[in-house]
């Protein structure tokens, strides 16, 4: 385990208890690589077990993800390098914060190819996996997240 001298985590505050952009410059994001994805595309993530491929799949469990949320507020959203996108938000689901992280990687055509998406915390995270297998029952897609009921809030 790497150890810095120096770091305090007692007092941190976590970002994903925040509201996020509060200039508002993200106030009309639409994250645009969604309509440009490789036919082969894949999404990972923290979410789920395995690796979700091709366009029609990938689009159904970002847009069935993003229709639960109650609220989003954007802190980035821009480039993360030559090929690669990056979008961090916070999001809330039946009143529980949760964290986002997206690492979107470009195929040289310029087709969004492979999408890393990372959740937090993890008690969040575990109630969201669950509320997305009840979403997607009696789909392909429903295995690759928590089995077992949310719990109530």
């Known amino acids: 385990m790497t150890h810095i001298n120096g770091t305090q985590t007692i007092d941190a505050v976590p970002t994903y208890l925040g509201r996020g952009d509060p200039a508002g410059r993200f ?44 609220r989003q507020d954007f802190n980035f959203a821009g480039p993360g390098g030559d090929n690669s996108f990056i979008e961090d938000y916070t999001v809330e689901i039946r009143g529980r914060p949760l964290g986002a992280v997206h690492l979107i990687t470009f195929n040289a055509g310029g087709q969004a190819q492979h999408i890393a998406a990372h959740y937090r915390p993890l008690t969040s995270l575990m109630f969201f996996s669950r509320l997305l297998r009840q979403r997607f029952a009696g789909t392909p897609y429903a295995q690759h997240f928590r089995a077992g009921e949310p719990e109530q809030t």
């Not at 969604?34 to 091709?54: F, K, R, W, Y």
Request: no cysteine; net charge negative.
């Open 27 to 70: 106030a009309n994001y639409y994250p645009a690589w969604v309509d440009n994805l490789a036919p082969d595309a894949t999404l990972e993530g923290s979410m789920l077990d395995g690796a979700i491929q091709g366009a029609d799949a990938v689009r159904t469990l970002v847009g069935g993800a993003r229709q639960m949320y109650d």
